[in-house]
């Protein structure tokens, strides 16, 4: 059994909040039940307020691959290897609101963190910046639409600054999440992580094509009583967003892969705008003629469909395969085998 004060030090470091002002809160429960509520009783009522289960700890040091969508009150240490610029929107009740992007890796992937309004100062007044090691608490984790996962510090959340971890460079990190260079794999040897395959659509699944997005951070905006909203922004203006799902063959295996915005626009030479103007029927067929047949090169994420348990792709950036570059390719590597295999 733990004793008070390793109660308190944990629930203080699960809140965030002031020790003083837990002990006067546990007190204060303990008044309520007259003193039949034990130290440890009362904190866990304390700690059930500010949202959390104090005897189900959170584990220690996660590693940024064993983030899941979902996740509260998770704890990992990373380093800092790219900050966006401040972004400034106006909320529907006309105040000012901030929000700045952390892209925060470690050996095993990397993840990005919106740090918003009075958040933002910590970049501002250089308490954190590129390079810095630091240490999230209790955050929680969330898929965004187009299958990223980010994290967030709420109320009840912590950045701290982390000591004696060792994690790669901010220089590495760039080179390894940030510089585009990823493995070309066959598909029955698809794995989890940033990846490139070539292949042939077979087949495009039927759908709408279009969403709305938010006009200040780019979310997937629902409809609430005949209104789109932001989860974030409320009510505000929306831009329309192309979505593309298809399924890929390269003869060794097929998967389905997802592309947005751009990269689909690019794809079919055609905007969401022009695309949302064609009735549904339309779009199917058009989207059908231009896409199955073609032999595309994907480059993107890989990750597992928890729901169908299957890797799929959501593909960042697509190209048709140019024969004679992809011929130079094959030849190239079979040289570097060749090569490999005399020297050996």
Known sequence: MESDEEVLNNLQKLTNVPKELLVEKIENKRKEMRGLLSFEGAAHLVAKEYGINLFNKPEKNL???DLVSGMKNCNFVGRIF???NTNEFKRKDNSLGRVVNLFIGDTSGFVKLALWDKQVTLVEDGTIKIGSQIEIVNAIVKEN??????????????IKMAE???LPSFEEMNERFLS????????????PGSVEIAGTVVDVFRGNFIFNTCSICGTKMTDQE???VCPSHGAVESNPALVLSFLIDDGTENIRAVSFKQSAEKLLGITAGELKEQEIEDRNKFISERLIGKQLLLKGRAKRNKIFDRIEIIADEISEI???EESKSLLAEVEAKLTTGVSG
């Open 82 to 84: 790219k900050i966006s």
């Open 164 to 166: 004696n971890v060792h």
């Open 145 to 158: 639409t187009f299958g990223d996962l980010e994290i967030s510090v709420g109320k009840y959340g912590a």
């Open 180 to 191: 585009g260079k990823v493995s070309r794999v066959k598909l029955k040897d698809l794995f």
């Open 226 to 228: 005949g209104k789109l």
């Open 63 to 65: 590693q940024i691959k």
């Open 322 to 324: 140019n024969p004679l």
